[in-house]
T-cell receptor
Framework: DVKVTQSSRYLVKRTGEKVFLECVQD?????MFWYRQDPGLGLRLIYF???????EKGDIPEGYSVSREKKERFSLILESASTNQTSMYLC???????????FGQGTRLTVV | QKEVEQDPGPLSVPEGAIVSLNCTYS??????FMWYRQYSRKGPELLMY????GNKEDGRFTAQVDKSSKYISLFIRDSQPSDSATYLC?????????????FGKGTLLTVNP
């Protein structure tokens, strides 16, 4: 089974802090994604990566950056956390074009 | 018009009912169609994956794709309280380097014992 593991289930951070969300997958997938999920807005793509050191902006990249130094690991960085970044963050991975994505368990981030 | 439309519900049914969940889409290039189930405070898990038009059955679940109408459905037979979750449709095309999935907003389903 594909396993996508996010480093934290719950996080509470203060406004202005730099926040790192880590994601690791164990199936040698080329593609990795970061989404946020908010009530009424659904899943929104923040960034994705189709290869090591490659990244592309998704629909809502502002206020975020990403890092992919190794194939199995994809990090989401909130440069200066703000209260409007309080959300559920979901990491996913897939292989190839048009293939299904496998999700981690999610990180519920609260910025106070 | 959004690329993928999904009725958010909520949908409440008695145990044993047949449930029909639907999505419509506007991009005729979509070729790959998925249904995910998401329990509260968990990540989505893949339920069904289909390519192009047609039906696919897996136990109590049947996925249908009608590309001519740009309409996909998920049917749940003999629904159980454990089916209570949010159901998300997702789809992608096969063009170029498009690795992304486009999601519906999800339908919240409650199956009452």
């Amino acid at each position: 089974d594909v396993k996508v593991t996010q480093s934290s289930r719950y996080l509470v951070k203060r406004t202005g802090e730099k926040v790192f969300l880590e994601c690791v997958q164990d199936m040698d997938h080329e593609n990795m994604f970061w989404y946020r999920q908010d009530p009424g807005l659904g899943l929104r793509l923040i960034y994705f990566s189709y290869d090591v050191k490659m990244k592309e902006k998704g629909d809502i990249p502002e206020g975020y950056s990403v890092s992919r130094e190794k194939k199995e690991r994809f990090s989401l960085i909130l440069e200066s956390a703000s209260t409007n970044q309080t959300s559920m963050y979901l990491c996913a991975s897939s292989t190839g074009v048009g293939t299904e994505a496998f999700f981690g368990q999610g990180t519920r981030l609260t910025v106070v | 018009q959004k690329e993928v439309e999904q009725d958010p519900g909520p949908l409440s049914v008695p145990e044993g009912a047949i449930v029909s969940l639907n999505c419509t889409y506007s991009n005729s290039a979509f070729q790959y169609f998925m249904w995910y189930r998401q329990y509260s405070r968990k990540g989505p898990e893949l339920l069904m994956y289909t390519y192009s038009s047609g039906n696919k059955e897996d136990g109590r679940f049947t996925a249908q794709v009608d590309k001519s109408s740009k309409y996909i459905s998920l049917f749940i037979r003999d629904s159980q309280p454990s089916d209570s979750a949010t159901y998300l449709c997702a789809m992608s095309d096969s063009g170029g380097s498009n690795y992304k999935l486009t999601f519906g907003k999800g339908t919240l389903l409650t199956v009452n014992p």
